[in-house]
């Protein structure tokens, strides 16, 4: 069965919504990834609220990481920028991420899930109430906490 993430084919999706980070499909692929890495909203909003980097310089730092070390290294939060970042090139029409790129990509999104299967409750905590802002109508603060310590 194709599982890709496209609003015909989204049950996976509102699954993974509701915190079930075992409904993302095996394999899954950046191609399948782009209404999921929205699923956390605007990391550039988020990202400073978290302690993170702006989420270009996220990208661009573990993208090379990766490219030489053939491991993608961070938290699942900031996996999760990362690849919410690397849609955000596409659809601002930046001809990035390029088709060299699209291996790791690949690899990000596996890697990714995995970790989601083991996700600690603190960071779940943090994925969770990204994920709720990003689909209600609200603002901070929320009652679940929002300090990462990746």
């Known amino acids: 069965m194709d599982q890709t993430s496209s609003p015909n084919n989204d049950t996976w999706l509102d699954q993974v919504k509701a915190g079930d980070f075992s409904a993302i499909p095996d394999p899954f692929t950046w191609k399948q990834s782009l209404f999921f ?33 053939g491991k993608w290294r961070g938290t699942s939060v ?3 920028t990362v690849l919410w970042h690397s849609h955000r090139l596409t659809l601002i029409g930046m001809g990035l991420p390029t088709r060299e790129d699209r291996p790791y990509l690949d690899q990000l999104c596996t890697q990714l899930r995995d970790q989601l299967q083991s996700v600690a409750p603190d960071e779940k905590a943090v994925i969770t109430t990204l994920i709720q802002i990003a689909w209600t109508t609200q603002v901070y603060p929320l009652q679940a906490p929002l300090a990462h310590k990746g």
Request: aromatic share 8%.
């Open 78 to 80: 900031e996996l999760w």
């Open 37 to 69: 890495s929205q699923a956390i909203g605007n990391m550039y909003r988020h990202a400073k609220a978290l302690g993170l980097p702006k989420p270009i310089d996220l990208y661009e730092e573990r993208l090379e990481e990766a490219k030489h070390k």
